[in-house]
């Protein structure tokens, strides 16, 4: 995975560099140099991401509508 992919997927899904850190359970540090591209990203949560990024591609949150008030 890319460093630019890895940004693309976390942007894609509203996600932090800090919230990413937490849900995969590592540092931010190491998540900032993944995105850096100073080291690369485990196969396992490259591929977890992809595939989370795939899904919500397919299936993308419902739009916001607007609040009635009577």
């Not at 190491?30 to 992809?50: F, M």
């Amino acid at each position: 995975m890319t460093p630019t992919r890895m940004r693309e997927c976390l942007a894609l899904m509203h996600w932090t560099q800090r919230g990413f850190a937490r849900v995969v359970g590592c540092s931010e540090g190491t998540v900032r140099q993944w995105a850096r591209g100073r080291l690369d990203v485990p196969a396992p949560i490259a591929q977890w991401l992809e595939q989370t990024a795939h899904y919500m591609e397919e299936n993308p949150a419902p739009a916001r509508t607007p609040v009635q008030t009577s």
